[in-house]
């Protein structure tokens, strides 16, 4: 009986995931047709972006500061309190800020996309806008495609920002690392390119949550009850997604030794 139950809910997954495949397909033909509802992606901004700044930004500032007192010590203690900043920025700008940011919009927006889709399709207003010849493609997934594909990269950014900032003054306050020094430090270490592989990875991570989000919601069925096992499952699936694409980012970025950042 379990086997069975197992067996039915991978069926059921493995089908809504080929459900998104397609759907992401249909939302990109659709962009690069010109076909945006303007009002409707002005209004996923607003949700997606400025509703979601307090808390990336917080959540960035003590990512940093955590980070700091984990790594600031031991640099002390061997001699390279000058790398504590450049190191930080490294970790926030490669990994931790697009990583960190994507998950809270995933908690955060990729459960609100579900859940209020999902009500449309269950109370049957998906059929509504086919019957008045709209496109729920063009006027649900696209605006939100959009809105995460944009937004995010700004979350990230300014979350990088904010992690610096909460970094620098735990290194000044705790460690009397001097804040020159630290920002000094970040300007060497960090490049051009890392800052690019955050963005990059911040658009891919934001298309993953617009469409998971999306899709699930447009495939709910049975009543209520449907609505929060599909805004349940979009977050788990929108997270799983996230890090198995980080890796995947991460390994066609990152490949090789690198440079010795600061050598000069």
Same mark, same amino acid.
């Given at each position: ?27 990109? &033909?659709? &962009? ?37 007192? $984990? ?16 190191? @930080? ?79 620098? +003054? ?16 970040? $300007?060497? +270490?960090?490049?051009?390119?890392? @800052? ?51 890796? +995947? ?16």
């Amino acid at each position: 009986m379990k086997s069975s139950l197992k067996n039915l809910s991978v069926s059921i997954w493995s089908r809504r995931l080929r459900a998104a495949i397609l759907l992401a397909g249909q939302a990109v &033909l659709h &962009l690069l047709q010109g076909r945006i509802h303007r009002r409707n992606t002005f209004e996923e901004m607003a949700v997606v972006g400025p509703e979601s700044i307090m808390i990336a930004l917080l959540t960035a500032t003590f990512v940093g500061m955590v980070f700091t007192i $984990q790594v600031a010590r031991e640099f002390i203690t061997f001699g390279f309190a000058q790398a504590v900043g450049g190191v @930080l920025a490294l970790a926030l700008t490669r990994e931790l800020g697009p990583v960190l940011t994507a998950v809270i919009l995933a908690g955060r927006v990729c459960s609100a996309f579900a859940a209020e889709i999902g009500t449309m399709r269950v109370t049957e207003q998906i059929d509504a806008l086919q019957m008045l010849d709209t496109d729920p493609v063009d006027y649900l997934v696209v605006p939100r495609l959009l809105a995460c594909c944009v937004m995010l990269p700004i979350l990230t950014l300014m979350s990088l920002v904010s992690g610096i900032l909460g970094g620098a +003054f735990v290194a000044l306050n705790l460690y009397d690392i001097p804040t020159k020094m630290f920002f000094e430090s970040v $300007q060497d +270490f960090l490049v051009g390119w890392d @800052l690019w592989s955050a963005i990059i990875k911040s658009v891919v991570f934001g298309a993953l949550i617009a469409i998971i989000g999306s899709s699930w919601g447009l495939t709910t069925t049975g009543g209520a009850k449907g609505v929060g096992k599909s805004t349940t499952a979009a977050v788990v699936t929108a997270l799983l997604s996230i890090f198995i694409s980080n890796f +995947f980012l991460s390994w066609i970025m990152f490949q090789g030794t690198g440079n010795t950042p600061g050598a000069a």
